[in-house]
């Protein structure tokens, strides 16, 4: 669902950042404010398995920290990844040298998730924003077609689980730095499985 603001009204993203945060999360576009679908329970469990998987192998080597609905500010937008993966060297710290409250950097790598309500274009469209602003990896997770869309420079590549084949042809891509690593769409939706 968008909410249209009339130009006469349209906030300010500075007037956006200063209002509470809401539940869901709102995203401001060019003083568009668009609410974020509340999660269901396979949007929920494929956020939190997911973003364990990647701090598992990543956090522990301070390659990266995948952080669920974390504000990112950037470019004259405010977004929610479902996850936001920051490189280690990209998080902002404070003087304590504990992580700021404030992100104001585009994601490096960004995961979205489909709601079941939720349409894919203008998730696609945030994702291929960010990568225009530096972020090296997207991905598009349907879980109702069991489907994985990849994006990097090019065009994206959809990776589909087919119940018939149990081997995929290859893993699906990841951050730079995690090479050793080799993660599928199958494992991915094998998660929903309790």
């Not at 396979?42 to 956020?47: E, N, V, Y």
């Not at 364990?52 to 470019?75: D, G, V």
């Not at 894919?120 to 291929?128: A, G, N, P, Q």
Request: glycine share 4%; charged share 25%; with cysteine.
């Amino acid at each position: 669902m968008v909410a249209a603001v009339d130009p006469k009204q349209a906030l300010s993203l500075d007037q956006f950042l200063a209002q509470p945060e809401t539940k869901p999360a709102r995203e401001y576009v060019a003083g568009i404010v668009t609410p974020k679908p509340m999660p269901k329970g396979k949007h929920s469990t494929l956020q939190f398995e997911l973003a364990s998987a990647i701090n598992q192998r990543a956090k522990s080597q301070k390659i990266a920290y995948a952080l669920p609905e974390l504000r990112c500010t950037f470019a004259d937008r405010s977004i929610v990844p479902d996850i936001a993966v920051l490189r280690w060297e990209n998080l902002p710290r404070d003087q304590d040298g504990e992580i700021s409250d404030r992100i104001e950097r585009h994601p490096d790598w960004i995961i979205e998730i489909l709601s079941p309500d939720q349409g894919s274009t203008l998730v696609m469209e945030k994702i291929l924003f960010c990568l225009q602003q530096g972020t090296e990896l997207g991905w598009l997770i349907d879980p109702q077609a069991k489907a994985v869309m990849v994006f990097q420079s090019g065009l994206p590549k959809v990776h589909l689980v087919d119940p018939e084949e149990p081997m995929e042809p290859e893993p699906l891509a990841l951050l730079s730095g995690l090479d050793d690593w080799q993660l599928f769409a199958s494992d991915i939706f094998n998660w929903l499985k309790v």
